[in-house]
C-alpha cells in the first residue's frame, strides 16, 4: 500500500509539473492491478479530464459508481463532463442521482436549471434556478441561466437586469456581453446592441459569437462590405462554417453584387448542392432586373428555407401534397395557403382574380380571419376560408390534390412585365365609404394626406420605421393629415402636437383589426404617406395614390426594390428611398406630393 501511495504521490508530482501522460501512464499501470482502487479511479479521471480525454475520465467514473453508485465525487465529475460533451441526457441522468444525494447544493440547482433550460423545459428550468438564487445571487453562470429565462419568456428589461448584475461581478463574462446585445437586438436598439457585441469582442477577439453578432448587425445597417470581413474572420477560425458562408451570400445579395451571386448559384447548381436562401437571393435580384420569369422559377426556393417553417405553424401538415413543379390543373381540388404577414397575403391576392377568370372551379384559398369578408366581396367567390380551416389538419389537407403556398402562384401568373397590369382589385363598403367621406367633408378646402410611419414586425419593423416627427416638414396650413397608424400612437402624438403640429384621428376605429374600416378611411383620401407595412399594401390593391418611404435598403423588400421608383406590383405607389438625410429626403417627399396633388 506504501509502496501504491507513493506511486501516485510521483504521479501527481509529474503531472503538476506538466509531464501529464507520463503521469497518466504510471497511474494506467497502477489500475491494472487495483481496479476496484476508488482513489485511483477517481486521480486517474481527474487527470484525463486535465489533458482532455473525456472518454477515458469518464470510463474510470463509471467504474466507480459500479462499485459505488453514490459516490458523489464520482457523481459531480462524470455529469460536469457529459455537460461540456453536450450529452444533456446523461448529465442530467446523473445530476437528478445527485440532488437526491444533497438536496441543497447551489451549482446542482444552477446546472439542471441550465440544461432544462437547453431543453426547452423552462417552467422546470425556471424552478431550479430560482432555488439556486435563493442560495448565491452573486455567480455569474447562474444569473446569466435567469436572464436567459427571462428573454424566453419576452421579458427582456428583466433579462438586461440579470445579464448587467453578472458583469457588475466579473467584468470580463463574454456571455453576458453576448447576450445582452441579444436583448437590445429583441427591442430593436442596433447602436446598443453593437456597442456590447463590440464589448464581447474586445475580451476576445477570436470568439465566434461576438463575430457573427457584429456581422449581423453590419450587415443590417447596410454596411455589408465591412460585414463580409467579419463574417471572413470567422471563416479563419471555422473554414467550413456554411452559416457563414450563406451570410457572406446574403450580404452580396443586399450589396447588390448580381455577378457574384449568380456565379455562385450556378457554381452551386453544377455540384447539385444549392444554399435555398442564396438561392432566393439570387431571385430577390432577377427580379429587380425585372427578369420575372427567371426570378420566379427559383422563388419557391423560400419554401424550403428555416423562416418559412416558422411563420406557418401548419406547415408539415401540408408538406405531403405541396407541390414544387408542373401544370396546375383546372378540375383539380387545390388548396391556397396564406403565407407571411398581411401585407404579402395582399400583394398575392392579386392573382387570385387569375385563378377565377381561368375557372379552377376547385381551388378554396385560406386566409387571414381579418381578411376574410374582404375577399370573398372583392372576387366575389365563396372560396375563401380562415387560415388554418383546412391546413390545421393533415386528414383535411389530404382531401386536396395539390396545395400551394400563395405567393407560389407567381411562377403560373406572373412570367413578365404585362402580367402584373391588374386594376384595383379590393372593394370597400359603400355605407363605410360614405361614413368617412362625410366626416372629412368638414375640411373640403385642404387636401387630405393619410401617414403612417411604423411597422411592427420583428427586427425589420424597426428598420422599416420613422417617427413622426420625421415628416413635420410636410404639415401645412392647406394639407390635413389624417392618422392611419395602427397600434398605440397617443405619446407620440401627443409630443408631436406640442410642436404645433395636429394629426386627425378616426375615434373608436381599430385599424389594426378593422380593415373594413382602414380601406374605406384609405379610399377617401387624396394620398397616402408610409413605410413599408400592410397598409401600404391596402392602398396599392385599392388604386390609392401613395408615397412609400423605405428608410432602410436592409428592410427594403424585394416588391419594392427597383431603381425606377416605381414597383410592377401596385401602379399607384411611388416609392422614395432614403437618401442622404430626413431633410433631404422629406424634400423628395414634398415635391412627389405636389405633383400628385
Known sequence: MKKIREKINLALSLFNKGQKEKAISIIDLLIKHNEENIDLLIIHAKMNNGVNN????????????????????ALKLIYVNYLRDSKYDLAIKYINILL????????????????????????????????????????????????????????????????????SINKNYIDSFNNLGKCYIDLEELDKAYFYFKKAFRLNSKSYFPLMNIANILSLKDKNKLAIKFYKKILELEPNNQVVEENIAICNCRLKNFDWVEKKYKDQLKVGNLNHNLVLGYSYLLLNKKRFSEAFNLFDARLKTESLKKKNIHHSNIM???????????????????????????????????????????????????????????????????????????????????????GSLTKYFRQNEKDFKVK??????????????????????????????????????????LKISDFEKLFSYNRLFVNLQYGDTSDELAKFEKYGKEIYNFKKIDLFNDFDSLISILKSLDIFVTVSNSTA???????????LVCPKKSSTYYYWDYEDGRTPWYPSISIVKFTNSVDYTMNLINDLIEESL
Open 320 to 406: 405531403e401534397k405541396m407541390i414544387f413543379s408542373g401544370k396546375l390543373e383546372k378540375d383539380e381540388k387545390l388548396l391556397i395557403v396564406k403565407e407571411g404577414g398581411v401585407g404579402d397575403e395582399i400583394l398575392f391576392s392579386s392573382m387570385y382574380k387569375n385563378l377565377i377568370e381561368n375557372d379552377f372551379s376547385g381551388v378554396k384559398i385560406e386566409c387571414d380571419i381579418r381578411l376574410l369578408e374582404i375577399f370573398k366581396r372583392s372576387f366575389n367567390k365563396n372560396i375563401f376560408f380562415p387560415f388554418g380551416y383546412f391546413s390545421s389538419s393533415k386528414t383535411k389537407s389530404n382531401e386536396f390534390d395539390k396545395i400551394i403556398y400563395s
Open 424 to 465: 384595383p382589385y379590393l372593394k370597400t363598403l359603400k355605407s363605410l365609404d360614405d361614413k368617412f367621406s362625410l366626416e372629412l367633408k368638414n375640411f373640403a378646402k385642404k387636401k387630405k394626406i393619410g401617414l403612417s410611419w411604423r411597422s411592427v414586425i420583428n427586427i425589420f419593423g424597426g428598420l422599416k420605421s
Open 100 to 167: 437526491n444525494l444533497k438536496t441543497n447544493d447551489y451549482e446542482l440547482f444552477r446546472d439542471k436549471a441550465f440544461i432544462e433550460y437547453l431543453n426547452k423545459n423552462y417552467k422546470i428550468s425556471k424552478s431550479f434556478i430560482d432555488e439556486a438564487l435563493k442560495l448565491n445571487q452573486e455567480e455569474v453562470f447562474g444569473l446569466n441561466v435567469a436572464g436567459l429565462l427571462h428573454v424566453e419568456n419576452g421579458t427582456t428589461l428583466n433579462a438586461i437586469n440579470y445579464f448587467k448584475k453578472a458583469i
Open 54 to 73: 473525456i472518454d477515458k475520465a469518464n470510463n474510470s467514473l463509471l467504474k466507480v459508481l459500479e462499485y459505488q453508485p453514490s459516490n458523489i465525487q
Open 537 to 547: 399594401h391596402f392602398a396599392g390593391a385599392l388604386g390609392v395614390k401613395t408615397i
